[in-house]
């Protein structure tokens, strides 16, 4: 037991536990997230002579790589839509899927006949 301000404090009272283990939950959260050393970030300022300023030859070659991209988006594009109208030429409605659709007296039949 240790006399405080007048009272008796028991140090094995679940309160007086409570609040050694809240101190020091709380002093090893501090102390986990205190920094070591503080790092002041200085700022840089830029001169003229480092700006990099495009010639006509950057832009030249960016405009083409641009038109390659583009051009790259509009193939892949077209191969989308076409994977669309030869998935939907090989499925049918009945269930059935293959590449040509036979209909009984079509011009399959008609040639055959004549």
Same mark, same amino acid.
């Given at each position: 037991?240790? @006399?405080?301000?007048? @009272? %008796?404090?028991?140090?094995?009272? =679940?309160?007086?536990?409570m609040?050694?283990?809240?101190l020091?939950?709380?002093?090893?959260?501090l !102390?986990s997230?205190? =920094?070591?050393?503080?790092?002041i970030?200085k700022?840089?300022?830029?001169s *003229?002579?480092e700006v990099?300023? =495009?010639?006509?030859?950057?832009? !030249? &070659?960016q $405009?083409?790589m &641009?038109? #390659? #991209?583009?051009?790259?988006?509009?193939?892949?594009?077209?191969i @989308?839509? $076409?994977?669309?109208?030869?998935?939907?030429?090989?499925?049918?409605a009945?269930g059935?899927? *293959?590449?040509i659709? &036979?209909?009984k007296?079509?011009?399959?039949?008609?040639?055959? %006949?004549?």
């Amino acid at each position: 037991m240790i @006399k405080f301000w007048n @009272k %008796n404090i028991c140090l094995t009272s =679940p309160i007086s536990v409570m609040i050694i283990l809240s101190l020091f939950l709380c002093v090893t959260v501090l !102390a986990s997230v205190w =920094p070591e050393e503080i790092v002041i970030v200085k700022e840089v300022k830029v001169s *003229d002579e480092e700006v990099w300023i =495009p010639t006509k030859e950057d832009i !030249a &070659y960016q $405009d083409s790589m &641009y038109t #390659i #991209i583009q051009s790259t988006q509009n193939d892949v594009t077209d191969i @989308k839509q $076409d994977i669309v109208l030869i998935l939907e030429r090989l499925d049918h409605a009945d269930g059935t899927h *293959d590449s040509i659709r &036979y209909v009984k007296g079509g011009k399959i039949d008609k040639r055959r %006949n004549q």
